[in-house]
């Protein structure tokens, strides 16, 4: 059973930045991706980032060159650092792990975090 715990949200000033932490409890695939998304007041849950577990990743178009993802193998945490924040990234920011077995096209199981809270106000 895997269970994912976000950390590292808080207040901060726009221009600012955050780190936010993702640990992870439980048996992890050694094939899987994991990734950020972020859920705003009124608004869908949106992806922000991703990673495999070969370390291919992707960004939100609205992230891209201000945020950066990454994870430790052997921790099985994922990280997202985030530079330059705007008011807009205000949200609540959610850890999901997507595992993956060996002749499934798609994934084993997803797991969720209950999210950290991220605010960009002056």
């Known amino acids: 059973q895997v269970q994912l715990v976000e950390s590292g949200g808080g207040l901060v000033q726009p221009g600012g930045s955050l780190r936010l932490s993702c640990a992870t409890s439980?048996?992890?695939?050694?094939?899987?991706?994991m990734a950020w998304y972020r859920q705003a007041p009124g608004k869908q849950r949106e992806l922000v980032a991703s990673?495999?577990?070969?370390?291919?990743?992707n960004y939100a178009p609205s992230v891209k060159g201000r945020f950066t993802i990454s994870r430790d193998s052997a921790k099985n945490t994922l990280w997202l650092q985030m530079n330059s924040l705007k008011p807009e990234d205000t949200a609540v920011y959610y850890c999901?792990?997507?595992?993956?077995?060996?002749?499934?096209?798609?994934?084993?199981?997803?797991?969720w975090g209950q999210g950290t809270q991220v605010t960009v106000s002056s």
């Open positions: 439980g048996s992890i695939s050694s094939i899987s991706a």
């Open positions: 990673i495999s577990s070969g370390g291919s990743t």
């Open positions: 999901k792990i997507d595992q993956y077995s060996s002749g499934l096209r798609g994934p084993r199981t997803t797991d």
